[in-house]
């Protein structure tokens, strides 16, 4: 059984949209974090969220995105204005450490039109 | 700018057959590295940890070189499940935190 399950598992939507991608992990973790794959490419960093806050953010992750934890259990990344290069897969990760193995969901696929 | 580089192959062995990869890194100061492998269109699943004395599970073994700065996965016995692209994974040291991902190398196993 995955420890974490991510919402939705395909989101298709037009360019400037907005997007809430969600991850929801089984048990009680204490680090989150997100990562994009651009496909045929390498995964990214964006974000990792420990305390109810940013603890460390990529270049990448800039004003159009954010982070929260609205209930203490899911685990959200919105895009306020959706680019064309938005478009990847979208992977949500747990550890139970800041420098300990990373477990992945099975991730959303972006689409942006 | 911090750099993690692999081959990406893909590496077409047989059934059987033992094959390695490495994986360089550019910052010295490097604290921690993983191994993990990813199918295609799927999540990376963790594979294995590297420590700094080199550690086996089962028929991985992986191996850290601190001075040359690469760590490496050696499989044994390769089996057609294992057919997938093995990512590296290099987590930074210090007051940052930000794990670094290498390309991956594929690895073909066939009959």
Request: charged share 20%; aromatic share 12%; glycine share 6%.
């Amino acid at each position: 059984e995955p420890e974490v399950t991510q919402t939705p598992s395909h989101q298709v939507t037009q360019m400037g949209q907005e997007v809430i991608l969600r991850c929801v992990p089984i048990s009680n973790h204490l680090y989150f974090y997100w990562y994009r794959q651009i496909l045929g490419q390498k995964v990214e960093f964006l974000v990792s969220f420990y305390n109810n806050e940013i603890s460390e953010k990529s270049e990448i992750f800039d004003d159009q995105f954010s982070v929260e934890r609205p209930d203490g259990s899911n685990f959200t990344l919105k895009i306020r204005s959706t680019k064309l290069e938005d478009s990847a897969m979208y992977f949500c990760a747990i550890s139970d450490r800041r420098n300990q193995p990373q477990h992945f969901g099975d991730g959303t696929r972006l689409s942006i039109l | 700018r911090k750099e993690v580089e692999q081959d990406p192959g893909p590496f077409n062995v047989p059934e059987g057959a033992t094959v390695a990869f490495n994986c360089t890194y550019s910052n010295s100061a490097s604290q921690s590295f993983f191994w993990y492998r990813q199918d295609c269109r799927k999540e990376p699943k963790l594979l294995m940890s590297v420590y700094s004395s080199g550690n086996e599970d089962g028929r991985f073994t992986a191996q850290l070189n601190r001075a040359s700065q690469y760590i490496s996965l050696l499989i044994r016995d390769s089996k057609l499940s294992d057919s997938a692209t093995y990512l590296c994974v290099v987590n930074e040291a210090g007051g940052s935190y930000i794990p670094t991902f290498g390309r991956g190398t594929s690895l073909i196993v066939h009959p």
